[in-house]
T-cell receptor, first 112, second 116 residues
Framework: KQEVTQIPAALSVPEGENLVLNCSFT??????LQWFRQDPGKGLTSLLL?????REQTSGRLNASLDKSSGRSTLYIAASQPGDSATYLC???????????FGSGTKLNVKP | KAGVTQTPRYLIKTRGQQVTLSCSPI?????VSWYQQTPGQGLQFLFE???????NKGNFPGRFSGRQFSNSRSEMNVSTLELGDSALYLC???????????????FGDGTRLSIL
């Protein structure tokens, strides 16, 4: 059974720092992996999607990498800003299996 | 393009009642998934529908049910509500079922259900 773990559960950094959020999964036979952001009281916003054949995806200050064989993904945020404060969740899907497995998230606080 | 719309946004019910939540996906999306989010359990998968057919169901009791209509709108129903059903219920849409598409999932803002 697929299990997704995110470490750390919470992270507080000063503005301007570069930071890395970690996601690990137990079964490497994934179809894709998505990183989401959730603001308090809101739904999830998709940040990056990495297909199983890809190694990384980039969008602006965000870069996500995928190492399927070791069951790991990282989300790199460059030059963090207070507006980046949110909970970040990763989720994996498996081929032809109609559901996402979510991690419990990393709550990020970027201090001005 | 309008996003995923969930109604109502907030709902207060008492134990034993039943509730129906609605989700309108992005236009053209035929797959709708439902998740329950609580502080203790995180995001738990409820079910996924595609073209009016339930494709997968999570590990929830039979009190939780859902359906999808021909216009891809989906509803979920919870009967005989319990205190533990208090949660944020999120729905997501995508063009194809999860695990068959590399299109991102789009989530609504959820329905906050509180059971008194």
């Amino acid at each position: 059974k697929q299990e997704v773990t995110q470490i750390p559960a919470a992270l507080s950094v000063p503005e301007g720092e570069n930071l890395v959020l970690n996601c690990s999964f137990t079964d490497s036979a994934i179809y894709n992996l998505q990183w989401f952001r959730q603001d308090p009281g809101k739904g999830l916003t998709s940040l990056l999607l990495i297909q199983s054949s890809q190694r990384e995806q980039t969008s602006g200050r965000l870069n996500a990498s995928l190492d399927k064989s070791s069951g790991r993904s990282t989300l790199y945020i460059a030059a963090s800003q207070p507006g980046d404060s949110a909970t970040y969740l990763c989720a994996v899907s498996e081929y032809n299996f109609n559901k996402f497995y979510f991690g419990s998230g990393t709550k990020l606080n970027v201090k001005p | 393009k309008a996003g995923v719309t969930q109604t109502p946004r907030y709902l207060i019910k008492t134990r034993g009642q039943q509730v129906t939540l609605s989700c309108s996906p992005i236009s053209g999306h035929r797959s709708v998934s439902w998740y329950q989010q609580t502080p203790g359990q995180g995001l738990q998968f409820l079910f996924e529908y595609f073209s009016e057919t339930q494709r997968n169901k999570g590990n929830f009791p039979g009190r939780f049910s859902g359906r999808q209509f021909s216009n891809s709108r989906s509803e979920m129903n919870v009967s005989t509500l319990e205190l533990g059903d208090s949660a944020l219920y999120l729905c997501a849409s995508s063009p194809q079922p999860t695990g068959q598409s590399n299109q991102p999932q789009h989530f609504g803002d959820g329905t906050r259900l509180s059971i008194l």
